[in-house]
């Protein structure tokens, strides 16, 4: 399935992200485009995860924003240590549904009602290493670019189609 698709459903979605999962990724977007973070959805990481949210600020801090839609959600991950790698801040986000005491407390945490989004717990800051941030700031551009490319060729093809 490709990543950017020219129906009118939300872009970088794969069939693994529920509706309610889709409503925290919004109003999380919205609260970050708002402290000036450059967003990425669904971005595969050197190690083979993908980070439901990348986020590189102004500073080139790099975040990674994992969204849980459910308590079985959180349950069934083992894979979030993993994530601490790859950025100088992680964060748990969910909505107001799921009690935010279930996450782990050495994470930043955002709630999201799927119209906006409030960070209710900082993360601590784990500076990653230069080379590292060089590599994933690198990923970041070039699938930034790709998916910019891949959006503009289809809206190119659906003109020429009208």
Same mark, same amino acid.
């Not at 399935?1 to 309610?20: A, C, K, N, Y």
């Not at 960070?119 to 790709?146: G, V």
């Not at 891949?150 to 003109?159: S, V, W």
């Given at each position: 399935?490709?990543?950017? #698709?020219?129906?009118?459903? %939300?872009?970088?979605? +794969?069939?693994?992200? #529920?509706?309610?999962? @889709? /409503?925290?990724?919004?109003?999380? $977007? ?10 990425? %959805?669904? /971005?595969? /990481? ?7 949210? *990348? ?6 801090? *790099? ?6 839609? #459910? *308590? ?8 979030? %240590? ?11 986000? !969910?909505? %107001? ?7 782990? $407390? +050495?994470?930043? @945490? ?21 080379? !590292? ?10 699938? #930034?670019? +790709?998916?910019? /490319?891949?959006?503009? $060729? ?6 020429? $189609?009208?």
């Amino acid at each position: 399935m490709p990543i950017v #698709s020219p129906h009118p459903e %939300p872009t970088l979605v +794969d069939g693994r992200q #529920s509706e309610r999962a @889709m /409503l925290v990724r919004r109003g999380v $977007q919205r609260l970050l485009r708002h402290h000036r973070h450059a967003i990425l %959805p669904e /971005l595969s /990481l050197a190690s083979g995860r993908r980070a439901d949210l *990348i986020t590189l600020s102004e500073k080139g801090e *790099i975040w990674i924003i994992e969204i849980k839609s #459910s *308590i079985e959600d959180l349950k069934a991950d083992n894979k979030w %240590p993993d994530y601490r790698q790859h950025c100088d801040r992680l964060f748990f986000a !969910t909505h %107001p549904g799921v009690p935010v005491d279930i996450f782990p $407390q +050495d994470c930043g @945490m955002m709630l999201s009602d799927g119209y906006d989004g409030e960070i209710i717990r900082e993360a601590p800051e784990h500076k990653l290493a230069a080379a !590292t941030r060089k590599a994933l700031t690198l990923r970041f551009a070039r699938a #930034s670019a +790709d998916r910019l /490319l891949a959006a503009e $060729q289809i809206a190119y093809a659906n003109e020429t $189609q009208s």
